[in-house]
Each structure stands twice: as structure tokens, then as C-alpha cells.
């Protein structure tokens, strides 16, 4: 799916534009003018259309004038668990994340789809992270309970309809 962005210049008397590339972006950018003749400076950049994970990388980064070549890139390049953990990070974590340089596999962050608290308990207990468990006791097990304790260093979200639980370092 093509990405589409809308570059509104803040001269109320300048038209906007659409752009798909980077090409198209600086072509338009460095040729629109005001109904004066005079040359547009500067555009509030936003995100039209794409795949709903770019969308939410728009979010939580938004794009401007100095990063949206970057961004444009990363929508294009990165994988969709690197949006993922960016968009984790910085929306829902508060981390700072310049799109321009900060590398998304930088981001220090367990990541565990298609799960939620209660099955990462389980999966925990199963992989023996509690120790061996006698087969007799395991039936006597608060899930629940530990994934309540689990809640102290995990969150739930829900990203593009899809559930993930993380822990960011």
C-alpha cells in the first residue's frame, strides 16, 4: 500500500499538497508559492493513508519537515516488529526517539505477541521459571495471581487489533 502524507502550509493564502515519495515531496515543497507569488516556507506535514502500523508510527512520531524523509524511509525499510517496539516505546513508554538517527533495535523491550498477562504466567511456570513444579501441586496454581505480579514490570496493549504484553528496560 502506497503511503500518502498532506503537506498544509501555515500561509492561509498557499495551497497544500499530496506526496507519495521523497521525490514528489521535495519537487512540490520547492515550488509552492502563496497567492502572492511569494515562496512557502514552511507546511504542518500529516499522515493521509497507509497500512494502519504506519499510521501509528505517524502517532507517536509526528511527522514535520526535518524528519519526514526519515520517516518516510523507516515506513518503507523497517520490519513491523521494529514499528512495533518504537511505537511502544514512545507512545506508550514516553521514550524520546528521533526518527533520524535512533535505531528501533536500540529500543530495549520483551515483546510478546498475541498473548496477555494470564498466558505469560503460564508460559513462565512452563519454561520453569518458578522452579519444578511436582505435577501434584500444579492443578493448586494462581495464574491469576501471578499475572497480577507480572502487571508491576508488564503492560497489555493492543496494536492494530493485534494483543501484545511488554516490559520496556
Not at 497567492?35 to 499510521?55: A, C, H, K, T
Request: charged share 30%; with cysteine; glycine share 6%.
Amino acid at each position: 500500500m502506497t503511503m500518502t502524507f498532506y503537506a498544509q502550509p501555515y500561509d492561509v493564502s498557499a495551497t497544500g499538497f499530496y506526496f507519495t515519495d521523497e521525490d514528489s515531496y521535495r519537487e512540490k515543497i520547492d515550488s509552492t508559492t502563496n497567492d502572492y507569488g511569494d515562496r512557502v516556507e514552511e507546511f504542518e506535514i500529516q499522515f493521509i493513508n497507509g497500512f494502519v502500523l504506519d499510521s501509528k508510527l505517524a502517532q507517536a512520531i509526528p511527522p514535520n519537515q526535518g524528519n519526514i524523509i526519515a520517516m518516510m524511509e523507516a515506513m518503507e525499510t523497517w520490519t513491523e516488529e521494529q514499528k512495533l517496539k518504537v511505537v511502544i516505546a514512545v507512545h506508550e513508554g514516553g521514550a524520546s526517539f528521533d526518527i533520524r538517527t535512533d535505531e528501533p533495535d536500540d529500543i530495549d523491550i520483551d515483546l510478546y505477541p498475541d498473548m496477555t498477562l494470564k498466558e505469560l504466567a503460564e508460559q513462565f511456570v512452563d519454561e520453569g521459571l518458578f522452579g519444578e513444579i511436582p505435577d501434584h501441586l500444579s492443578a493448586y496454581i494462581d495464574y491469576d495471581a501471578i499475572a497480577r505480579d507480572l502487571a508491576h514490570d508488564y503492560d497489555e496493549i493492543s496494536i492494530c487489533g493485534d494483543r501484545y504484553v511488554y516490559r520496556l528496560m
